[in-house]
């Protein structure tokens, strides 16, 4: 684990666009260029370096990988404990159910594949859809029973922890929460994707750190929000 210093990325290329539209459009095209050589390198790195992040039988929060995006479902063969996000009630809002490869997922809210709720799960037009033959649908997970979450990003300010996604804000609405945000997260990207001054509105909520291809990094300053000193879930980052 490191501390951003001259992270690989922070220094290459042009200066992006500065609003956030145009950041996304700009970080969306660096990473998926990047994401053929990051892939397997980030991979290896999540699990040279995420083992001592968490409890035993502790989940992982991970995520359904869109185009463009890492995808870390086989830390399933070392992390049988894995859990993926979903949106979805009245009103919408971001949750996490426990996942295993093969197990029977519906899109949300968002369109996104995501474990069933108990007793159902939701279409596409967001309406409930009863599911009796779909075995052992996975209830919600409190906030306190996750290690750690990861959550894919555009891009990344490796001094301010902020992060530059899709800008739906689940992530940021999620965390807003206390209880969500006492647990520690880290956004997964390319190191291409790095960008110091990333701009931040109001509403977003740093990161305590990030994973790319070199590995696992903490912000520097801690995030703002951090669990205080001596919690040992801010400890293990």
Not at 94 to 106: D, I, Q
Not at 174 to 203: E, F, I, K, Q, T
């Amino acid at each position: 684990m490191t501390s951003p210093g001259t992270a690989a990325g922070e220094a290459e290329g042009t200066p992006p666009p500065p609003d956030k539209r145009a950041l996304r459009r700009h970080f969306r095209s660096l990473r998926a260029a990047a994401l053929a050589d990051a892939q397997p390198r980030i991979l290896a790195a999540a699990r040279r370096d995420l083992p001592h992040l968490l409890k035993p039988g502790q989940p992982l929060g991970v995520y359904w990988p869109l185009a463009g995006e890492a995808d870390l479902r086989p830390l399933a063969l070392e992390h049988p404990r894995l859990a993926l996000p979903a949106v979805a009630g009245e009103p919408p809002r971001l949750l996490y159910r426990l996942w295993r490869p093969g197990a029977p997922l519906a899109p949300d809210r968002c369109g996104i594949p995501a474990p069933l709720a108990p007793g159902g799960s939701r279409t596409n037009d967001g309406h409930a859809q009863l599911l009796p033959d779909v075995p052992d649908p996975e209830p919600e997970l409190p906030p306190h029973a996750l290690g750690l979450l990861l959550v894919p990003a555009l891009a990344f300010d490796p001094a301010s922890g902020v992060r530059l996604g899709y800008g739906g804000g689940w992530y940021d609405r999620l965390r807003a929460d206390p209880a969500w945000r006492a647990v520690p997260a880290l956004a997964v990207l390319p190191a291409a994707g790095l960008c110091p001054g990333l701009p931040r509105d109001p509403w977003d909520v740093p990161f305590q750190g990030w994973l790319d291809e070199q590995g696992v990094h903490r912000s520097d300053p801690p995030a703002p929000g951090d669990a205080e000193e001596g919690d040992p879930a801010s400890a293990r980052l």
